[in-house]
């Protein structure tokens, strides 16, 4: 884990961010380090400068390539009910985006692994890892719908985009007792899912915690 230096972005009003916090608490986060890094981590690096005021409402908003950053309610809660059975030290993140999830985790987790499949996307995000000097994150550009073996097994699986079913691969990637936490359906409609690996068994427990609304998870990369 790593601290994070907030050197010059004094510009957003910290009661801004505090009103934030204080809207995540209300409905229903209480995870206290969560909370912590939701406060300290600067949101508005993640967007570009035309939205950067916005940056501290709690909404999703565009980040080009028809891809938009989660909304905060949504980060706090998936990290939440990710770290909600205990420590995870290997996460690996399908759907990097803009890279503020992964930033989020690598706070509170050993090691983040993350794949996106816009390559243009991953790059600003990279940069956005070095900048905030977050050397925990290691990220690929990739179809994160075949998880990334290379890293396997994973403490838990956070999947940032919504396909129709579970990847299986997922499942496979995960550790004895692992997490997926996972939004699942189509535009029409879809439900976050916590999904709890067994043991080291192949069986699976499964809840479903809300109704979402993410991107689809496309297969194959793009340039
Ligand atoms: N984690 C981001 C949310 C990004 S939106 C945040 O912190 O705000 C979801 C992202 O998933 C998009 O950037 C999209 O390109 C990506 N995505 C969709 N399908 C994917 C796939 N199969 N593999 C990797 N990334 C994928």
Redesign the pocket.
Known sequence: MNSIDLGGVGMTSQRTRERLIERLRERGIDNERVLEVMRVMPRHI?LDEALSHRAYEDT?LP?G??????QPYI?ALMTQLLLAAGPRARVL????????????LSQLVDQVY?????KP?LAKARERFRLLGLRNVTALH?????GWDQHAPYDAI????A?RQVPEELLYQLAPDGLLVIPVGTDDGQELRVIHRQGDSSHFEEEVVTHVK?????????R
């Open positions: 993640f999703a980040i390539y028809s891809q938009t950053i989660s980060v993140e399908v759907g990097t985006g803009c890279g503020y999830q992964a930033a989020i993350t794949v996106e499949r816009i996307l990739s179809d994160g719908g075949l956070i999947t940032t985009a396909p993410f991107v689809p998870l496309l297969s194959g990369v793009a």
